[in-house]
Structures are given as structure tokens and as C-alpha cells.
Nanobody, 124 residues
Framework: QVQLVESGGGLVQAGGSLRLSCAASGRTFSGYAMGWFRQAPGKEREFVAY????????YSADSVKGRFTISRDNAKNTVYLQMNSLKPEDTAVYYCAATSKYYIPRAPNEYLYWGQGTQVTVSS
């Protein structure tokens, strides 16, 4: 089992920045690749970004490419999502998740463990 707890969400104006954190506990954090997803009201959960076990490979959705950066610190058992140039359409609950897959999974059902989510609201 891996327990995940997100933090860092909040209310920000368009063009601003936020940094989300996801702290992991339980089984070996570095044994899992990690992902960030988001879900807006009335919409399906959407893939945002992925990072490999070592942190050497990352992938982002086209909608956030160039604005969001995923990173991890295995010594601190934490994965981050730096979000810059935020837009109102980025408003959603953001979730981190852990996967045992060795490719880049972008579907929610390919992730084993989930955090409770953190709300990000971007005002125009």
C-alpha cells in the first residue's frame, strides 16, 4: 500500500503560479512511477503529467505542456507539480497517483493508488 497526500492548492489569479506537492508513505516510493490528474465539475478525470521512477522521464498533456512541470524527490518521498501561467480552464481538483506500469499510462484505471485531491481555482 502507498498513501498519498496532496497539498498546495488554492485560489490564484489567471497568469499566476502554484506548486502542488504529493507526499507518499508506505511502500517504497521510488518503486512507483507517478502521475498527476485533474477533474473539473461535470467532467471526467483528465491526465496531466507523468514522471518515471527515477525522475529521468517525464510527459505532459498538450493542454499543460510548457506551463506545468512535474518533478520528484525520492529522498523526500514527494512528487511536485509546478504550475505556471495558470488559466481559468485549469480550475479543477488535482490528484496525484502511483502506478506500477513501465510505460506511460494516461488512463486513471492504470494507476493503483490515489490521493484525496487538492482544489485549484484560477480566477479570471
Amino acid at each position: 500500500q502507498v498513501q498519498l497526500v496532496e497539498s498546495g492548492g488554492g485560489l490564484v489569479q489567471a497568469g499566476g503560479s502554484l506548486r502542488l506537492s504529493c507526499a507518499a508513505s508506505g511502500r517504497t516510493f521510488s518503486g512507483y512511477a507517478m502521475g498527476w490528474f485533474r477533474q473539473a465539475p461535470g467532467k471526467e478525470r483528465e491526465f496531466v503529467a507523468y514522471i518515471s521512477r527515477s525522475g529521468g522521464n517525464t510527459y505532459s498533456a498538450d493542454s499543460v505542456k510548457g506551463r506545468f512541470t512535474i518533478s520528484r524527490d525520492n529522498a523526500k518521498n514527494t512528487v511536485y507539480l509546478q504550475m505556471n501561467s495558470l488559466k481559468p480552464e485549469d480550475t479543477a481538483v488535482y490528484y496525484c497517483a502511483a502506478t506500477s506500469k513501465y510505460y506511460i499510462p494516461r488512463a486513471p484505471n492504470e494507476y493503483l493508488y490515489w490521493g484525496q485531491g487538492t482544489q485549484v481555482t484560477v480566477s479570471s
